[in-house]
């Protein structure tokens, strides 16, 4: 019996699967943001932004005000390593 118990690998199976299944989802993350930060530096963007916002405030004030969501995105990609 004592033997049995010993030999039984059910909860750490359990155990890796949990972990394998955290893995899975940083890998999705890390994708998502990876996606994100390509979005955030591309040109059609920038034009975008500029197109947009050009009678209303010059790029360079609308470029500052996305560095918060650029800042996290960096924060977060940088926690998911």
Known sequence: MYL???????EESKT????MDALDEIKIIKSVLH?????????TLNQLIVDT????KPFA???E???PVRYSIFNINMRAY
Do not use: F, G, H, P
Not at 4 to 10: G, M, S, T, V
Not at 16 to 19: D, G, K, Q
Not at 53 to 56: C, G, K, P, Q, S
């Open 61 to 63: 004030e609308v470029w």
């Open 65 to 67: 005000s996305l560095n």
């Open 4 to 10: 049995e118990k010993l030999l039984d690998i059910r």
């Open 35 to 43: 996606n994100q930060i390509k979005v955030m530096e591309s040109k």
């Open 53 to 56: 916002t050009a009678a209303v």
């Open 16 to 19: 890796l699967r949990e972990i």
